[in-house]
């Protein structure tokens, strides 16, 4: 539970961002949701741009809590705890009624228009993609995946597959393109092995 100021500012933020985008996104609405005076939010934060980016890295707080909990399941095969993630992920989307990712909302509002937030946001998912990386690899010395595969690039393509069912996921308001897109793609996965 969000106990200071800031923290309830960003806790707003997510939502807010995920709901609206950048552009909609209302520094007054914001202020009023948090009954916060408009001089705090100027204490905390230069600008709309400083507040978006600091929601994006209270979200990849988020985002890391999720890989940590699903990675790091050894219970799970490595290709199961990679599935895991993704999994995890749909769940909180559909918590959020099926919003989608808030940096897959941003990327598409914002990368061809703010080069910082592009630059920012891709960083982001390399590091997502870097975490499934890691575990693929492993998948792949326990022959869970091919062994000429390439980790990276499987992870890549996994996490570009999943922007897209997540915005599909996103218009229709539904889970049915994350659902399709893990059944097919991890069992592709497993069949090339």
């Not at 709901?19 to 914001?30: S, T, V």
Request: glycine residues 8%.
């Amino acid at each position: 539970m969000a106990t200071t100021t800031r923290e309830r500012l960003l806790e707003a933020g997510l939502s807010l961002l995920l709901q609206h985008g950048y552009h909609d996104l209302g520094i007054q609405a914001l202020l009023k949701q948090t009954n916060t005076p408009k001089g705090s939010f100027y204490h905390y934060f230069s600008s709309k741009e400083d507040f978006a980016m600091q929601v994006i890295d209270r979200y990849m707080v988020e985002v890391h809590l999720g890989l940590d909990a699903s990675l790091g399941d050894l219970a799970l095969t490595p290709l199961g705890r990679a599935r895991r993630f993704f999994e995890l992920s749909r769940e909180k989307y559909r918590r959020d009624g099926y919003m989608g990712c808030m940096l897959g909302g941003l990327g598409q509002e914002l990368s061809g228009v703010n080069a910082t937030f592009a630059s920012r946001i891709e960083a982001c998912f390399s590091e997502i993609s870097g975490r499934i990386a890691d575990c693929l690899e492993e998948a792949r010395r326990r022959g869970e995946i091919p062994g000429e595969a390439d980790p990276r690039e499987l992870a890549n393509l996994l996490l570009n597959c999943w922007e897209g069912a997540a915005l599909r996921s996103r218009l229709l308001r539904d889970p049915a393109p994350l659902d399709r897109m893990l059944d097919f793609t991890f069992s592709a996965a497993t069949r090339a092995s």
